[in-house]
């Protein structure tokens, strides 16, 4: 099985290379090729699950990491750098949804080709974001984990700053300088916590980093994820990204921070992690208040869907930050959740924009009367990411808020009653967007309706946040053993 | 059948008939009524099956999936079919029925009838998941897609347009209050280490988390419940079709707070505290009930008031310690008010305005609808026999039993729900004779309604136009009033049915004191509106209430009081919340941006310099390196 791990990262790396170089007049024969590149990739993806294959339990070390595929060649031997790939059930939903959210993307550039056009560059583009995205979550090296989160830093640059809008070349520097910084601080960590165990193999069970290798994690993440206040890079490059570009970065791209967060950072500095908690905390709810707050005030369709990532992450973090199993476990479905629920927000509002020719809310409106399949859906999807019980959303809120309860003490206490009053803020700002958007008498004439490439895009995640609603176990259950083996060394 | 099959059947049937719904075009009015009324159906009969097989409540036993783990919490799809939640459950699926066959004929106009339809259809199964729910984490899905529907369903009629604003309110007041739901689920499942309704009862969680759960706990309840403060939304919630005002007010939604009360009340029976704070909650919201609907003129709002304060008795019992009480008043109260607002819909299906200074003299015209109307405030108003007049009586036995210190909470909280029950019975008899005179005795009036001043919220007429002369409605609308009429006279005779009693617990009923005193109070209430209409036909009993009137009306007030203490600074607190973020947060950033690209140019312009300066400055530079080197080296 171990090819299959090779061919997730060698198959869309070649393909892009394939799609990029073919020339302009192949240009809808590239993004086909593109399309059955993101689906093959998807199948290899999907097929690395192992029943029943758990990272199992507590070794004598503590901190043992069994993943239920691997490969482990040596890259640089003098530095002890292997080229070091493994899979188990904390990064496989993510390899999953990753997979998916590019095909997804890729078969809607077949007929929505952004301008200045060029489609194949973007779906190479969006090949080449995903290789690296799939190497961050399969990467057991650190050093690798490293060269993969800097090398999707590069293809998103470059579909923002082409393919967005006004103010693009705006936003894309803006994103790459900042997230830039957050990358010299994983590399300090890389480094201080690689030299404390004298080995990059997360594998390991040397490591035991202290305040200062979680402090340069935490950072390093909480830019990428992103943790209040190191948040604002983000809405800049959601409203300027074209839709496709704003799926993937909500989608994919912010679960490397929180993934980084538990796999590197609880992974390799448990006792840090352990003494930081609480400001780790205390950021989260600021995140999910503050962040709810602004989507009250804001008056910008794909700037509000922004904003909410800010509160949701903060759910994802809070539950990260309390170290229980049930938390991180909520963590990690309300990880794959929100790529769910925003990814098919962000082509709503993505699909909106195009069709009304404005994303101010003061402008939209009526759209259950102009365009009703359209507004359907963006209920649905708002009821979804306000973490409506039933829907994929729900278990992620719910369950950090029960462990921040579960964990006690007056601190966390307050903060799971924070996070609550939170999760009514986000009700309160969704609301008022579908008041806004859907009702009232109609803003502009009627739309045009759901295209079939629009309905082969969305009806994959429509279909995922109602099946992860009412099976939350396809996610929780496959991690618990590898969460426990983490608490386990947190504790 | 099976409890084992029925349970399951009584839920999963009008789910799938609500999601399938959904997916139907607006317009397929056939496919549509025919998946909502045969998923209703389906779900009655199910019901009818359930009855015989169920599990009285001394027996414990639930049927059980394991739905999710998080770390050590497990959340289990368990359902309890005891019996209690068989009856609640018929009443459900009775109501629900009703519902969908009067609405085929009451939206029959309606071009996005098919997504209503559906939504009723999720409404019902999201109630029923309450009502057998046997984890607290399965029952807050029913809960909240409780609340989702309601927000769907008032929001409904897009020709309202203060409608969305009504449904936006319902879902968030609700959800304010559902804060307090989850954290005291989270803080009672994380005592009991389990989520499971039994477990949480048998854990000895200690008095201080006890209380404090459920408190919490409450906060919810007073939101789906409409319990003061948080009652603000039901009145609002008019702006929906009627026929989903009925399902909201009797059999779904605002019984689920009580429902849940009753459930985990072994829980509040040990916490003397969260039931004084009941009784109190209690009280007061069946005498603000009461008193706004004395004054309202649209007569949806009077019988929207009428719930609140109807609620509020079984509030009121619950924190009397008498769950059979409450769940009896459950019973009749859902039948009676699922007539009252289904006749109140043929009035206005018939009228064409909400306003009773607009109508007047509809029973030559109506008699149908006039005999339904008479039996569903005689039941309301607890005339005897009809339902309500036993249930109430039992309210006020196990009110009198807490004021003697005979319940498990304090004394003199029995003592404030007893006069409240009291009080609220003559205030009852008096704003359902008004509403009876005005609508169906005198003259018929067409116009000049009577405006009270402005309050956020108020719901201009707006149902459908009538055509020619007032009749009675349509098959479709009559039978289900028909049938409803006959469950409001006779449901309240369970009481004299060993079986139910048993079930519940119920007291035998029998005729003291307080029912002498209660009856005296309704005949008091009445007569006083009657006495006051005998004089001047024409005008409203309500001018009785002089300069009250316009605060009655505004319901004291309450909404503006929300407005001003929540809504507006969390609004500006979001303001602030934003310009914060964009100035500060973010002008941090933009400005390290720019400070570094200021910073690079000052350097550059210092580097481009003329020959001479740029060679003073390398010599200068070379005679420092030299220097350092000199003085390193000499301590080395």
Known sequence: MNALLIAVLAVPAAGAAAVGLLPARLDRAARLLGVAVAAVTLVAAAALYRPGGAWSGYGVEGYDVRPWHSVDVPWVPDLDLRFHLGVDGVSYPLVVLTALLTLLCCAYTLKHVPEPGAGRKLVALLLALQTGVLGVFLALDLLLFFVFFEITLLPMYAVIAVWGGARRRRAARKFVLYTLAGSVLLLLGVLAAGSGAGTLQLTSANFDGGVLVFALFAL????????????????????????????????????????????????????????????LGVLAVAAIIVGSLVCLAQTELKRLIAYSSVGHMGFVLLGIATGTAAGIEAALIGNVAHGVITGLLFFLAGAIK????????????????????????????????????????????????????????????????????????????????????THGPAATPPLAGITRAEWVAWAPLVLLALVLGLAPGLVVDMASGAVDALTGAAR | MSPDVSTPLLIVVPLVAGLLGLLLPQGARRPAALLGVGGAAVALAAALALLPNALPSDRPGALAWRWAQFGGLTVDIALRPSLTAAYVALAVTVVALAVQVYSVAYLHDDDRY??????????????????????????????????????????????????????????????????????????????????????????????????????????????KSAQFPLHTWLPDAMAGPTPVSALIHAATMVAAGVYVVARLHPLFAESPATLAVLAVVAAVTILLGALAATAQDDIKRVLAWSTVSQIGYMTAALAAGSTSAALFHLLTHAAFKALLFLAAGAVIHAVGTNLMSAMGGLRTAMPATFTAMVVGLGALAGLPPLAGFWSKDTVLVAAAA?????????????????????????????????????????????????????????????EPAAHGEPHDPPALMRWPVGLLTIAAAVVGLLAFVPAFTAELGLVEAHLDVNGVLALGLLALGAAAAWWRWRAAPAADPAAALGRLRPLFAGAFRIDDAQDLLVVRPAHALARFARRADERVVDGAVEATGAGATRLGVLLGRAHAAAVPRAVAAALAGALLVAVVAAVVGGVA
């Open chain 2, 402 to 462: 807490a004021r003697d210190g005979h319940g498990p909470g304090p004394a003199w909280a029995g003592l404030v729900v007893w006069l409240a029950a009291l009080l609220g019975v003559a205030i009852t008899a008096w704003y359902a004779t008004r509403l009876l005179l005005r609508t169906f005795f005198g003259a018929r009036r067409t116009g000049e309604p009577y405006a009270p001043p402005p309050f956020p919220g108020a719901a201009p007429p707006h």
């Open chain 2, 114 to 223: 098919a997504p209503y339809a559906a939504q009723v259809s999720l409404f019902t199964a999201a109630m029923l998941i309450v009502v057998f729910a046997d984890d607290l984490i399965l029952l807050l899905v029913g809960w909240e897609v409780m609340g989702l529907c309601s927000y769907l369903l008032i929001g409904h009629d897009r020709r309202l347009p203060e409608a969305p604003g009504s449904a936006v309110k319902a879902f968030l007041v609700t959800r304010a209050g559902d804060v307090g739901f989850l954290l005291g689920i989270a803080v009672l499942g994380v005592s009991a280490g389990s989520f499971r309704v039994g477990e949480v009862l048998a854990a000895d969680h200690g008095p201080v988390l006890l209380t404090t759960g459920l408190l919490l706990l409450l906060c919810g309840v007073a939101g």
């Open chain 1, 220 to 279: 390093a993440f909480a830019v990428k994820s992103p943790l209040w206040p190191l948040h604002t890079w983000l809405p800049d490059a959601h409203t300027q990204a074209p839709t496709v570009g704003s799926v993937m970065l909500a989608g994919v791209l912010l679960k490397m921070g929180t993934y980084g967060l538990i796999r590197v950072g609880l992974g390799t500095a448990p006792d840090g992690a352990e003494r930081l908690a609480p400001v």
């Open chain 1, 354 to 437: 195009d069709r009304a020719h404005t994303g101010e809310l003061a402008e939209l409106g009526g759209l259950r009367e102009t365009a009703p399949r359209l507004a359907g859906l963006l209920g649905f999807a708002a009821v979804a990411s306000l973490g409506l019980p039933g829907l994929a959303g729900f278990w992620g809120e719910a369950f950090a808020v029960v462990a921040a309860v579960q964990v006690g003490g007056p601190l966390w206490t307050t903060l799971g009653v924070l996070a609550a009053v939170g999760a009514a803020l986000t009700a309160a700002y969704f609301l008022r967007l579908l008041r806004l958007v």
